[in-house]
């Protein structure tokens, strides 16, 4: 080998070991926090390798790969979800980290500022950049959370919000790797004396930058006045919130929250996000529990629930509800920043139309990891909640998950007259060392505001932070953990002067001066590297993007109308044999016939659900819909069947409708009125049960679900007489007897209540209504053992269902 192509080989390890550097070191930080120095000399590999002028220039592919691989080492716990994940999320999570190396090469060769001073202005500016334009804004590890708790030195985010202390931390990388550029460069004398002072002018800038923070902070806290403000209880229940188990989830944290929070010392209850993962105004379900809590313990709740926009049937909000002892709901604050895929699916409408096969493929990808295709719904403003307090009305602001990690949202709170910050979340997934890194965001977001942090998690951490972003207190479980430990803290909010910080009201201010300074010094550097006519006309390059749009043609129907009996039969014989995917192909050929066809639907569908490929269910069903009348009825509704599963519920509406009206069958109005009662219309849905009972006046079922709708329309004598004749007639109906037991209960009659609830019971052993309001009535006795027993058949029933999905919604059905 020559000598150049050792010193190609030799330049390659250098340059790939300087790449990856950063990031193991990065990732070190983010797996064992406690290392808060570490981020002062993280970034150096990366700074030498693009700003070293005895080397060439590196490629900035180097910084692609290692900032991918960056971001997968900074969030290890996304594996969870499946192997695939971590590198799945990071190529779409990365990409606000790439104008790094052409910002800080270009402006290193074509100015030649010294490191100390042009890497703390780039990072800053690609920070910003990162919270911006992540989706989700999701970017938890600026360098400024870092120094949390080291309290004086962040104290001057009031004025320039985490960005400031970021450019602190990179100013001290920036330093050393122009010392350590400065001893490799130097000669037989040593250091040239431009070089030394450079170096020493540089050292004793930022010497004098990190006194004056300290000093400022210093000043800071020893002026903090801070009032004593509302008594909180935060309930951290440590439960795996559960969709399938809502009801179950919620009992357990009533019977806690009933035990261990002390009546009367208390004015705000706060339950962690996804405490209730079902509609919380779902009729006689969940608010009247919290309404006896908030009379006995003569407080409101603040409350993590799933709200339903009526502006998008079939979605689902994840909000933060304020209820009072009466039952009211005074206020809701929906979650604006929804976390990708596992609330929201990126681009989804805008890839189903331009990308179908792209399309298709993340939504397979959302399924395999998460277990399911989100229906999240964010909000759109910024709501202030109000806790009455020593006569008056005290706003407060509810943050939900990671809404905290994004400075404009806490920002906007402050700007409109919040006084403190309650933070919901539910991280039981993510693991010990990011729920730390989320306290200290949650430290430095109460310090760019003044305004305290109350921070509430399902499995922790929770505790209380002061205006000054100093740990309060922090929730000791029963085991006395931190995390993954449940138990209940009570401790008075601490109130900063009212008013806005100049951080809140900049808007950003500090962060945006750097990336306009960092664009401003690559144009010049750029114009000065350049000395022809056509470089000052061309300092960019463009790139082209080439993407498979897999563009789709319409679904057809294959194959021939001789051919479809033997693809039945096949298609059949596949989906015994336990292969769904290769019997939907033959299935869906057998349609090239009516008859074979007919006969298919049934089978078809059940292939399409035993694969999981409900978007393909919806297309195939649609073309048969359109291209075999004959079976047009049964089609529709099987793709207003699948459509349903994917909460595209006004299509499916109309399709199951359609069905109905082209061949009326008792089942398809009854389906049709359990979907209207899910779209909050639950007069129409009596209308669709009464067509049912009308083809079919005997169907137990179908009774008990016009006697249902009749009591969720208000109408309880109906109900209760129609119950009543179906109980006659059928006297083991379990589901009926509980809907009794509501009737009683509403009637006052307590004792036949109780007694109907447990006929449910006797006639359906696993119903959960009867149990649920059964601990219910139990726990309005003070008999906690008597819940607690009730709870435990629940949670029982809960591990002998398997995985599926069991929403409180089809509870009784």
Same mark, same amino acid.
């Given at each position: 080998?020559?000598?150049?192509?050792?010193?190609?080989?030799?330049?390659?390890?250098?340059?790939?070991?300087?790449?990856?550097?950063?990031?193991?070191?990065?990732?070190?930080?983010?797996?064992?926090?406690?290392?808060?120095?570490?981020?002062?000399?993280?970034?150096?590999?990366?700074?030498?390798?693009?700003?070293?002028?005895?080397?060439?220039?590196?490629?900035?592919?180097?910084?692609?790969?290692?900032?991918?691989?960056?971001?997968?080492?900074?969030?290890?716990?996304?594996?969870?979800?499946?192997?695939?994940?971590?590198?799945?999320?990071?190529?779409?999570?990365?990409?606000?980290?790439?104008?790094?190396?052409?910002?800080?090469?270009?402006?290193?060769?074509?100015?030649?500022?010294?490191?100390?001073?042009?890497?703390?202005?780039?990072?800053?500016?690609?920070?910003?950049?990162?919270?911006?334009?992540?989706?989700?804004?999701?970017?938890?590890?600026?360098?400024?959370?870092?120094?949390?708790?080291?309290?004086?030195?962040?104290?001057?985010?009031?004025?320039?919000?985490?960005?400031?202390?970021?450019?602190?931390?990179?100013?001290?990388?920036?330093?050393?790797?122009?010392?350590?550029?400065?001893?490799?460069?130097?000669?037989?004398?040593?250091?040239?004396?431009?070089?030394?002072?450079?170096?020493?002018?540089?050292?004793?800038?930022?010497?004098?930058?990190?006194?004056?923070?300290?000093?400022?902070?210093?000043?800071?806290?020893?002026?903090?006045?801070?009032?004593?403000?509302?008594?909180?209880?935060?309930?951290?229940?440590?439960?795996?919130?559960?969709?399938?188990?809502?009801?179950?989830?919620?009992?357990?944290?009533?019977?806690?929250?009933?035990?261990?929070?002390?009546?009367?010392?208390?004015?705000?209850?706060?339950?962690?996000?996804?405490?209730?993962?079902?509609?919380?105004?779902?009729?006689?379900?969940?608010?009247?529990?919290?309404?006896?809590?908030?009379?006995?313990?003569?407080?409101?709740?603040?409350?993590?629930?799933?709200?339903?926009?009526?502006?998008?049937?079939?979605?689902?909000?994840?909000?933060?509800?304020?209820?009072?002892?009466?039952?009211?709901?005074?206020?809701?604050?929906?979650?604006?920043?929804?976390?990708?895929?596992?609330?929201?699916?990126?681009?989804?409408?805008?890839?189903?139309?331009?990308?179908?096969?792209?399309?298709?493929?993340?939504?397979?990808?959302?399924?395999?990891?998460?277990?399911?295709?989100?229906?999240?719904?964010?909000?759109?403003?910024?709501?202030?909640?109000?806790?009455?307090?020593?006569?008056?009305?005290?706003?407060?602001?509810?943050?939900?998950?990671?809404?905290?990690?994004?400075?404009?949202?806490?920002?906007?709170?402050?700007?409109?007259?919040?006084?403190?910050?309650?933070?919901?979340?539910?991280?039981?997934?993510?693991?010990?060392?990011?729920?730390?890194?989320?306290?200290?965001?949650?430290?430095?977001?109460?310090?760019?505001?003044?305004?305290?942090?109350?921070?509430?998690?399902?499995?922790?951490?929770?505790?209380?932070?002061?205006?000054?972003?100093?740990?309060?207190?922090?929730?000791?479980?029963?085991?006395?953990?931190?995390?993954?430990?449940?138990?209940?803290?009570?401790?008075?909010?601490?109130?900063?002067?009212?008013?806005?910080?100049?951080?809140?009201?900049?808007?950003?201010?500090? $962060?945006? +001066?750097?990336? *306009?300074?960092? @664009? #401003? !010094?690559?144009?010049? &550097?750029?114009? %000065?590297?350049? =000395?022809?006519?056509?470089?000052?006309?061309? $300092?960019? +390059?463009?790139? *082209?993007?080439? @993407? #498979? !749009?897999?563009?789709? &043609?319409?679904? %057809?129907?294959? =194959?021939?109308?001789?051919?479809?009996?033997? $693809?039945?039969?096949?298609?059949?014989?596949?989906?015994? !044999?336990?292969?769904?995917?290769?019997?939907?192909?033959?299935?869906?050929?057998?349609?090239?016939?009516?008859?074979?066809?007919?006969?298919?639907?049934?089978?078809?569908?059940?292939?399409?659900?035993?694969?999981?490929?409900?978007?393909?269910?919806?297309?195939?069903?649609?073309?048969?819909?359109?291209?075999?009348?004959?079976?047009?009825?049964?089609?529709?509704?099987?793709?207003?069947?699948?459509?349903?599963?994917?909460?595209?519920?006004?299509?499916?509406?109309?399709?199951?409708?359609?069905?109905?009206?082209?061949?009326?069958?008792?089942?398809?109005?009854?389906?049709?009125?359990?979907?209207?009662?899910?779209?909050?219309?639950?007069?129409?849905?009596?209308?669709?049960?009464?067509?049912?009972?009308?083809?079919?006046?005997?169907?137990?079922?179908?009774?008990?679900?016009?006697?249902?709708?009749?009591?969720?329309?208000?109408?309880?004598?109906?109900?209760?007489?129609?119950?009543?004749?179906?109980?006659?007639?059928?006297?083991?109906?379990?589901?009926?007897?509980?809907?009794?037991?509501?009737?009683?209960?509403?009637?006052?009659?307590?004792?036949?209540?109780?007694?109907?609830?447990?006929?449910?019971?006797?006639?359906?052993?696993?119903?959960?209504?009867?149990?649920?309001?059964?601990?219910?009535?139990?726990?309005?006795?003070?008999?906690?053992?008597?819940?607690?027993?009730?709870?435990?058949?629940?949670?029982?029933?809960?591990?002998?269902?398997?995985?599926?999905?069991?929403?409180?919604?089809?509870?009784?059905?």
């Amino acid at each position: 080998m020559s000598t150049s192509d050792h010193g190609a080989a030799r330049r390659f390890l250098r340059r790939g070991a300087l790449a990856l550097l950063t990031p193991i070191l990065l990732g070190l930080y983010a797996w064992t926090p406690s290392l808060i120095l570490l981020p002062y000399v993280a970034l150096v590999p990366w700074v030498l390798l693009y700003a070293d002028d005895r080397e060439p220039p590196a490629s900035p592919l180097w910084f692609v790969v290692a900032a991918w691989i960056g971001w997968m080492l900074q969030y290890p716990s996304t594996a969870n979800f499946g192997a695939f994940v971590p590198p799945a999320m990071a190529l779409v999570m990365f990409v606000p980290w790439l104008p790094f190396p052409f910002l800080l090469r270009g402006i290193h060769r074509g100015l030649g500022w010294p490191r100390t001073l042009s890497v703390p202005i780039i990072w800053v500016a690609v920070e910003w950049c990162r919270s911006t334009f992540t989706l989700a804004h999701f970017d938890l590890y600026a360098l400024g959370y870092s120094q949390a708790r080291v309290t004086p030195l962040v104290q001057l985010a009031d004025v320039t919000g985490v960005y400031g202390v970021s450019f602190l931390v990179a100013s001290v990388n920036g330093l050393v790797a122009d010392a350590w550029v400065a001893w490799r460069d130097r000669g037989a004398a040593g250091i040239e004396p431009a070089t030394r002072r450079r170096l020493v002018r540089c050292s004793l800038a930022l010497a004098g930058l990190l006194v004056a923070s300290l000093a400022y902070g210093a000043f800071r806290l020893a002026g903090a006045r801070d009032d004593e403000g509302p008594r909180v209880a935060v309930v951290q229940p440590n439960v795996e919130h559960s969709e399938r188990n809502a009801v179950g989830v919620h009992l357990a944290q009533v019977i806690f929250t009933d035990e261990r929070v002390p009546a009367g010392e208390t004015d705000l209850i706060v339950w962690p996000e996804n405490a209730i993962l079902d509609n919380l105004r779902r009729p006689g379900m969940y608010v009247p529990d919290l309404a006896r809590l908030g009379r006995e313990k003569d407080a409101l709740l603040l409350v993590g629930g799933m709200g339903k926009p009526a502006e998008a049937p079939g979605r689902t909000t994840n909000s933060a509800f304020l209820v009072d002892a009466m039952g009211g709901i005074r206020g809701e604050a929906r979650k604006q920043v929804l976390f990708p895929w596992s609330e929201m699916v990126p681009a989804d409408a805008w890839l189903k139309n331009a990308l179908p096969a792209v399309w298709r493929f993340q939504r397979m990808l959302v399924r395999k990891g998460w277990g399911f295709v989100p229906t999240g719904w964010a909000g759109t403003e910024t709501v202030l909640l109000n806790l009455p307090w020593r006569g008056a009305a005290l706003p407060f602001a509810a943050l939900i998950c990671v809404e905290n990690a994004y400075p404009p949202g806490p920002a906007e709170a402050a700007r409109m007259g919040a006084r403190f910050l309650v933070n919901i979340t539910s991280e039981r997934a993510v693991g010990g060392p990011i729920q730390e890194q989320l306290l200290r965001v949650s430290m430095l977001r109460a310090v760019e505001n003044r305004i305290a942090y109350v921070r509430c998690g399902n499995s922790g951490i929770s505790g209380f932070i002061d205006p000054e972003g100093r740990v309060r207190h922090v929730l000791r479980g029963e085991r006395g953990g931190t995390i993954f430990d449940r138990g209940v803290l009570i401790d008075r909010v601490l109130l900063g002067s009212p008013g806005v910080t100049v951080y809140a009201r900049s808007r950003d201010a500090f $962060a945006l +001066a750097c990336v *306009a300074v960092s @664009v #401003l !010094a690559l144009a010049t &550097a750029l114009v %000065r590297r350049r =000395g022809s006519p056509h470089g000052r006309r061309a $300092a960019a +390059a463009a790139a *082209a993007m080439v @993407v #498979l !749009a897999g563009c789709d &043609a319409e679904a %057809r129907i294959p =194959g021939t109308a001789s051919d479809a009996p033997a $693809a039945l039969q096949e298609g059949r014989a596949r989906l015994a !044999a336990a292969d769904p995917v290769g019997a939907v192909a033959r299935l869906t050929a057998s349609c090239a016939a009516p008859e074979p066809c007919r006969e298919a639907i049934p089978f078809l569908s059940r292939a399409f659900t035993a694969s999981r490929r409900f978007e393909d269910a919806v297309e195939v069903f649609g073309a048969i819909a359109t291209e075999r009348p004959e079976v047009r009825a049964e089609a529709l509704a099987e793709r207003g069947r699948f459509l349903d599963r994917l909460s595209d519920l006004i299509p499916a509406e109309r399709d199951y409708r359609m069905s109905a009206e082209l061949l009326p069958r008792p089942e398809t109005w009854a389906t049709l009125g359990t979907l209207r009662l899910r779209m909050d219309r639950p007069r129409e849905a009596l209308d669709a049960y009464g067509r049912a009972l009308a083809l079919a006046p005997s169907d137990p079922q179908i009774r008990y679900l016009h006697a249902r709708a009749l009591w969720l329309t208000g109408d309880l004598a109906g109900a209760e007489g129609e119950i009543d004749a179906l109980l006659s007639d059928h006297p083991e109906h379990g589901a009926a007897w509980a809907v009794k037991g509501r009737l009683r209960e509403a009637a006052g009659d307590e004792a036949s209540a109780t007694q109907a609830f447990r006929n449910a019971l006797r006639g359906d052993p696993e119903n959960v209504e009867a149990r649920f309001m059964l601990a219910r009535r139990a726990l309005a006795g003070r008999d906690f053992d008597e819940a607690k027993r009730w709870l435990a058949e629940i949670w029982k029933l809960d591990s002998q269902e398997g995985a599926g999905r069991r929403g409180a919604g089809e509870i009784g059905r």
